[in-house]
């Protein structure tokens, strides 16, 4: 269950389905980042008892990046350089000081990203079907492990503190629905 207060713009996806060799290689580095995230979070002195379940996503996550990669290769696509996404670094930035705020933060915004990742593979599941089947699939095949990461991180968050979490929350999702609005020219997926 997502709980995301504004829909991407309509833009943004007529604008990846016109640029996929450049979105695969952007997803490509989502996927990279999304592994190193995950072992990022071990550094957290309230998740240390979670490492276990961090590795286990940084692990998926770093399949996924393998998969990303295979479907290049086979589409003849060179893996090239990131774009930076001012939707992502605008959540980072809000990110506060201090082990306790820092890490229930950090959390939401891993799983705000998770969930928006969800949301956009299963639209692009669907949008891909009749133009490339295989893309269509792939996206479908990812859609259940990004929602479960989504859960997991904001699950995380709510163990280490419940109340501070939904506060949190209720402005990250605030401030999500802001930034999703900037126009990004850019084939990106965030
Ligand atoms: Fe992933
Ligand atoms: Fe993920």
Not at 104 to 126: M, N, P, T, W, Y
């Amino acid at each position: 269950m997502l709980l995301f207060r504004e829909k991407p713009p309509a833009y943004s996806l007529a604008k990846i389905l016109a640029n996929l060799p450049a979105e695969l290689v952007d997803h490509a580095h989502l996927e990279r980042k999304a592994a190193t995230t995950a072992l990022n979070l071990e550094k957290y002195r309230d998740l240390f008892p979670r490492v276990e379940e961090l590795n286990a996503i940084a692990i998926e996550e770093l399949q996924h990046f393998q998969l990303v990669l295979a479907l290049l290769k086979r589409r003849g696509i060179p893996f090239g350089q990131p774009y930076p996404s001012p939707w992502i670094s605008g959540l980072m930035k809000s990110v506060r000081n201090g082990q306790r705020h820092q890490v229930i933060d950090h959390l939401i915004c891993c799983s705000l990203i998770e969930g928006r990742s969800c949301e956009k593979f299963q639209v692009l599941a669907r949008e891909l079907k009749a133009v490339d089947r295989e893309l269509a699939d792939f996206y479908a095949s990812l859609v259940e492990s990004e929602g479960n990461h989504y859960a997991t991180y904001l699950l995380m968050a709510k163990g280490i503190d419940e109340a501070e979490t939904n506060r949190r929350l209720d402005f990250y999702l605030a401030l999500d629905a802001e930034l999703i609005r900037q126009p990004n020219p850019l084939p990106m997926l965030h």
